[in-house]
């Protein structure tokens, strides 16, 4: 099943940024976007009558920066804020971060190369450049969100985060199946690392598809190589739109 039938006629699509539009980079701030990727992002949103939105752990202000001029739904930081389609603010009750912070900051300060990024609701430690000290940044940032109510730790791609425990990707998805103009769609959510596992699930639950990036286990349905394949899918898919009375 190509991409082109997975979205038509009537899908309501979710994607996630870093590793799945766009390639990963060695800091969150090197992210290169390429220019046409923002146009078919534009002409997507107008095939599917504005059900495209983006699923992401990065805050919303920065995905908009990326993406600029384009405005898009928007779930960020896993979900602990969301903008809908009609660009109402929806945010989470967020929870004290100082314990986790401070003993992200600690570690940092004690190791080059470890990068801490202060999100709203949400403390990232990424270790990118220390692979090394995978297991010390995880038993760091356990320790701190054991002692720190109502936060959850979540492993990504060289990155441990301590986020709201009621925050996620799949509960940002269903609160827009919940809307206009998503509901009623189909919906498909396109992503890269385990932290999209659970977007996965929750789409094919509702008896939609997931797709992941890349490789490693998963229980996406479907599998797509790498960030450059999918945007070549994703302008294929542009290509051969449907008639609007199809």
Request: without cysteine; proline residues 10%; negative net charge.
């Given at each position: 099943m190509t991409l082109v039938e997975i979205l038509y006629p009537s899908c309501a699509l979710f994607l996630d940024f870093d590793g799945t539009m766009v390639d990963i980079a060695p800091q969150p701030n090197a992210v290169e976007v390429p220019r046409h990727l923002i146009g078919v992002l534009h002409e997507l949103k107008d095939c599917l009558q504005g059900a495209v939105a983006v699923i992401s752990g990065r805050p919303i202000a920065q995905l908009d920066a990326f993406l600029q001029p384009l405005q898009l739904a928007v779930a960020g930081v896993h979900g602990a804020e969301r903008r809908d389609a009609h660009g109402e603010l929806h945010l989470l009750n967020t929870h004290p971060l100082d314990q986790v912070e401070a003993a992200a900051r600690s570690l940092s300060f004690a190791h080059a190369g470890l990068l801490v990024e202060n999100k709203r609701g949400s403390i990232a430690l990424h270790y990118r450049q220390r692979p090394d000290l995978e297991e010390l940044c995880l038993a760091t940032m356990q320790a701190a969100v054991d002692t720190s109510p109502g936060l959850a730790l979540m492993r990504g791609k060289m990155v441990v985060e301590a986020k709201p425990g009621g925050a996620s990707k799949g509960r940002a998805i269903e609160d827009?199946?919940?809307?206009?103009?998503?509901?009623?769609?189909?919906?498909?959510?396109?992503?890269?690392?385990?932290?999209?596992e659970v977007g996965f699930s929750t789409v094919q639950g509702l008896g939609g598809i997931g797709v992941k990036v890349g490789e490693g286990p998963s229980v996406a349905w479907r599998r797509i190589a790498d960030p450059a394949t999918l945007r070549r899918e994703l302008e294929a898919a542009v290509a051969a739109r449907p008639t609007r009375n199809q």
């Open positions: 827009f199946l919940q809307e206009a103009p998503f509901a009623g769609r189909t919906p498909v959510f396109i992503g890269d690392d385990v932290t999209d």
